[in-house]
C-alpha cells in the first residue's frame, strides 16, 4: 500500500470492511429484500419530505430529507464497482441509481400535482437556488464524494456520514424537478436535472480518483483477471470522455456565472452607496437578475443599475428588485408610533408625539425646505445676470418718476 492509500485508509484495507462497503453500496447484494426494502422506502419518505420542504420553503425540512436520502449511496457504489473491475455490479449500482431519480421525480410530480400548495417557483429559495449548478455545488459535490469514499473504507469516521448526507444535495434537485414539470416550467425543471447530473459525474470522478488511489484497481482487491481489467478501464475511459465534453462545458458555465455574480453583487452595493438601503439578496439565473434591498425614502434606479452593467459589459435579459420597507421604533420614548424613515425617527426625538403631529412637522420641514431652495434660486440668477438685475431696478425708478 501506497502512502497516499494508507493515509486515506488509515492503514491496511480488511477483506471485511471491504465486504462490508460492497454491500452499503449494493456492488453486491447479499439480501436483496432487506437491502432493496430499505432503498425504497428511504428515498420514497425523502421524496415527499423533500417535496414538502419545497413547498413551505423550509430549509430545515430540506436538511431532513438530505439525511435519509439513499441515492449516495449506489452513486458511490458505481464508482467502487467500476474500479473494482466488475461490469455487472456498475450496471447494478447505475440501474439502482436512476430508478432511485426517477422514483423521485414522479412522486415531487404526483405530490405536486394532487396537493394544491402551488409554489411559486420565480421566488421561492428552494427552487431558485437548485435551478442551475455553480461553482460551489461543483465543489461540493467533489468534496463530499471524496468523504463518502473514505467514509466507507473506514470504520473510525462513521459520524461523517450524516453531513455528506447534508452536503451533497442529491434528492431535492430531482424533486425540483418534479414541481417544475408540474407547474408546466421546463426550464426550471432542466435547469434542476443538470444539478443532478453535474452533482453525480462530479461524485463519480472523485469516486473513481479516491478508490483508484486506494490501490482497489490492483489485483488484490479484483476478482478480475488482469485482461478484463483493462478492457473494463478502457470503456471507463471512453464513457468519461463521451461525457467530459458537456461536463467541462458545464463546468465553464458555472465558473463564468459566478464571475458575473459577483461582479454584479460588487456593481449593485456600489449602485447603492449614497442610498439609505442596503443589499439583503442578489441572484444571477439564465440571464435574470433578482436583488432584494431593505430601507427607506427615494428608491435606487433600476435604469442606472441596468446602465452600468451595461457598460461593464454584463447583458442581463432582465432586473426584478424587490424593496423591504424599514421602520424605526423606541419603545422608550414613542412606545405608540412606528418611524417609516430617518427623517420621522429624528422629528420624533426632537418632540412630536403622534402621528398627526409628525406629519405636521414633515409638510412644515418640507415648506421651509421649498422656501429656502426659491430664495436660494433666486439668488443665484441674481448673481449670475447683475446686469439684468440693474437695468430692472433702474426701470421701476423712471417709472416712478
Known sequence: MNKVADILAGGE???K????AQESTFVTVVEPKQQYSSFIIRII???IIATGGIATDSTAVIVGSMIIAPLMSPMIGVALAAVLGRPRSTA???GITTFGMLLCILISFLMALILPFGVDLTSNSQVV???????????IALASSLMASIVIMRDDVPDALAGVAISASIVPPLCVVGVSLAEGNTVAALGSFLLF???FFSIQIAGMATFAALGLGSSVYSDSTKRERAEWYGVILFCAAFIFVPLAMSSN???????????IRSTALTWLEGTSYQLNEIHLTDGHVSLEIMGSGDRPSMKLLGARLQDLGIGVTDIRMAVIDEYWYRPDAHPNIEAKSQEELELFQKGATTRQELEYEIAEESKIKSEKEKTE???TTSEANPTSAEAMGDGAKKSSK
Open 17 to 20: 470492511t471491504l465486504k462490508k
Open 377 to 379: 434660486d433666486k439668488k
Open 45 to 47: 419518505l425523502a421524496s
Open 197 to 199: 447530473l453535474t452533482n
Open 13 to 15: 484495507i480488511s477483506k
Open 92 to 94: 447494478r449500482a447505475l
Open 129 to 139: 437556488s437548485r435551478m442551475s449548478p455553480r461553482l460551489v455545488d461543483l465543489i
Open 253 to 263: 458555465n458555472v465558473v463564468n456565472n459566478a464571475i458575473r455574480e459577483r461582479t
